[in-house]
Structures are given as C-alpha cells and as structure tokens.
C-alpha cells in the first residue's frame, strides 16, 4: 500500500492517507484515499493485466453520452517494478451505491427509475455506422448474429475448460452446448442496430443520492461494445432492479423484441461464464445453476 500512496502522492502531488476498499468484482479492487487538500480520489487497482486500458477506452466513450457524471481517470498506471499493478485513479463522485436503496414509496421509486432506464436510453441511442464488435477493435461485422455466435462458440470452448477443472458442472455446460446448438432458433429476429451498451448496467454500478431519489453517477462499464441493445436488459434484473421494476419501465420506452427474453437468458449465463474463466473468480455453482435452468426453459421449447 505504500507503493501505491507514493505514486498517487507524486501524481497529483497531495499525500494520500486512510485507504477504505469500497468495492470490488472480478477484475478489480476498489479504494477510496482521502488526501491532504481535502478531495479524496478513488483508485481501482485491477487483478490482471490487460484490463485497464480496455476500460478507460470504455468511460471515455460512455461519458459522452451519458445524462449523469461518470468517473474522470485523472492518471492510470501500468505495472512495473514500483508497483505491480495496473490501475487508474479517479474524481470521488458522491452518493449511495444504488444496489443498497430500498424501500422508497412508489413515486420515488418510478422517479429514480425513470433516470436510470432514461440514461440507458441515451448510451444506447448512439449508433456505430460501421457494424458490430468490441470498443477499440478495428474489426467490425455488419450482422450481430455473425458477431455473437462466434462470440458465443468462444465462450463455450472457455465452459469447457472449466468444466474440465472442476469448476463448472456437466448440466450447465450441456445447457450452453445445446444452446450454442440452437442459436439460429433462439436468435432468429435480425439485429439491425449497433448500439452502444454499458456491458453491467445495473443498481450496483448506479451512485444515487436516497433523499433526493436522483442519480449522481454512473460507473464500471465492462463489455462495452457496438451490440444488441438488449444485451444489456438482463442486468437491469439484478441487485435490486426488479423492485425499482427497471425492465418494466425501459420497456415502456423501448419496444422490445419477440425474442428478447430467451436472448436474456443466453446473454446472462454466457456472460457470467466468460467473465468467471478470464477473471479466474471462483465459479458460484449456485447461481450458475439458476441461470442455466433459465435458460433450458426456453431451449426446452424450441424442441
């Protein structure tokens, strides 16, 4: 930790003290410093390499579309002999971290609502003019179901390793296999817009001030790309999206597809299983297990 104080202090020149880990997930820890001059910076060291210029590409893109403050990368710093980490510092934005606010009266409730489902409007409104693919990469595809198989054949061979460690079990690979299998039946709509997606939009990822009910920040895209906007929906279900009643209200914007929820369910187990094999967090057999039921409902009737 003194390491990290030193480079942050030589920086933005203001000695850093009393670290607090805030948050974390699969590819990252979350610190917050306050410093001598009185304005704190949060500092996200990440668990591997590779990681971080990826997300910078991502805030910088989002934050020109977004309705809210997103973080500020003030300095990143990529590993070396003084610390062996990569990680970016960041402006301290205020408020409550959305996933913990509960219990608001219905108004408040559809008004907090309303800013987040308006915010993933706005992201998604913006439009690549040349194809689908990931944020930075040069190579685009003009049709989402050519991108996304390939993506999700990818993600498939990375079930299998795992399930070969031990990791992952036979039934959720079986369920991903047979899905990869019937992909045509399952994505059957054509895409025809490359909108841009936050990749983890959810309450977890949304900074709130409660009395207020108004959104003060955005933050942590992961996955962000030129996709299927409905890529992002499912997230909108998780932490405590369903009592804010998120993919209602987005969807009283936002006409949704025939198909948008078998897409869900193929789009929240790949995801998960891509993130547990290049993160290497520990796969939650649990939580695998509901998303592959989910989603083996659905294939169940294709047949």
Known sequence: MKALKDIIHKEIGSLPHSAKRIGGGYYADVYKFDCQNGEPIIVKVYK???????????????????????????????????????????????????????????????????QVTDNLIAFH????????????SEQRYELWNEYYKEKASAILDMALQLKNKGELSEYAYEVMQKAVSQFDKIFYLPVTEACLIHGDYNMWNIMADKHQCKVTAVIDPCGCMWADREYDLYQLNNANGRHLRLLENYASKIQLSENYKEKMAFYELFTEIEHYYKSGYPVVKKLVKKQADKLNSYLEKLL
Not at 67 to 94: C, G, Q, R, T
Not at 125 to 136: L, T, Y
């Open 48 to 114: 591997s390499a590779g990681v971080m210029q990826n997300e910078i590409s991502q805030i910088e893109l989002l934050s020109k579309h977004s309705l809210f403050p997103m973080p500020n990368v003030l300095f990143s710093h990529m590993a070396d002999k003084e610390y062996d980490k990569d990680f970016i510092a960041m402006n301290y934005l205020k408020g409550e971290n959305g996933g913990n606010i509960f219990y608001l009266s219905n108004a408040k409730r559809q008004m907090l609502a309303n």
């Open 125 to 136: 409104s913006v439009k690549s003019p040349d194809g689908f693919g990931e944020i930075g």
